[in-house]
Nanobody, 122 residues
Framework: VQLQASGGGVVQAGDSLRLSCAAS????????MGWFRQAPGKEREFVAA????????YYIDSVKGRFTISRDNAKNTVYLQMNSLKPEDTAVYYC????????????????WGQGTQVTVSS
């Protein structure tokens, strides 16, 4: 499956952004989807995951209550709504697909998008 992330940008602290990840090539609903991020000089970290139907989601503690992951299987797209953004959310955000998802963080994620930059200024 091919993944194309978009929606990043430069915003101020407290603003919102919605990232999108469009999938193609395989049956989208066969996969759980995740969002990851990598800040400069840091390792890539998991942010959120959603199961194939959208009924189950999982988040890291630092984004709970601020970020919402969702998906539209009819549009082959997964979203990450990011509210109340903080400077520490600055990173390149990646979407990824997991065919054998068993819950929580999931993994291994077999397919990855190219990343979209999110910059939050204070």
């Amino acid at each position: 499956v091919q993944l194309q992330a978009s929606g990043g940008g430069v915003v101020q602290a407290g603003d919102s952004l919605r990232l999108s990840c469009a999938a193609s090539g395989r049956t989208f609903s066969d996969y759980a989807m995740g969002w990851f991020r990598q800040a400069p000089g840091k390792e890539r970290e998991f942010v959120a995951a959603i199961n194939w139907s959208g009924a189950s989601t999982y988040y890291i503690d630092s984004v709970k209550g601020r970020f919402t992951i969702s998906r539209d299987n009819a549009k082959n797209t997964v979203y990450l709504q990011m509210n109340s953004l903080k400077p520490e959310d600055t990173a390149v955000y990646y979407c990824a697909a997991d065919e054998g998802y068993t819950g929580a963080i999931g993994g291994p994620y077999e397919y990855w998008g190219q990343g979209t930059q999110v910059t939050v200024s204070s």
